[in-house]
């Protein structure tokens, strides 16, 4: 069996030029795509990790969710950075 996955870096935007796309958004998203991956039958669904970023920097309640609505797919972290 081939396991195929994917990794998201979770980026997202600031202030009136992000077109709406801010964290809740960027949330919802990832929660869609991994359903949708599950759906497909990906594998793996990892995300990036960085801290004082604009990017998501708290995985694990994201984790649980699409854990909650997923049947098949692992969910992990892929890269931690903590400088």
């Known amino acids: ?3 195929f996955g ?3 870096f979770g980026h997202y935007g ?3 030029a992000d077109n709406g796309f801010g964290a809740k958004t960027s949330l919802h998203s990832a929660l ?3 359903v949708g991956a599950d759906e497909l039958g ?3 669904a990892y995300f990036r990790v960085h801290h004082f970023a ?3 920097a708290s995985p694990m309640p994201l984790l ?3 854990a909650a609505r997923t049947k098949g797919i692992e969910v992990g972290t892929g890269v ?3 400088r």
Do not use: C, T, Y
């Open 6 to 8: 994917f990794l998201s």
């Open 54 to 56: 604009k990017q998501n």
């Open 42 to 44: 990906v594998n793996g």
């Open 64 to 66: 649980s969710a699409i």
């Open 32 to 34: 869609d795509l991994a």
């Open 80 to 82: 931690i950075d903590m």
């Open 14 to 16: 600031s202030g009136p």
């Open 1 to 3: 069996m081939r396991a």
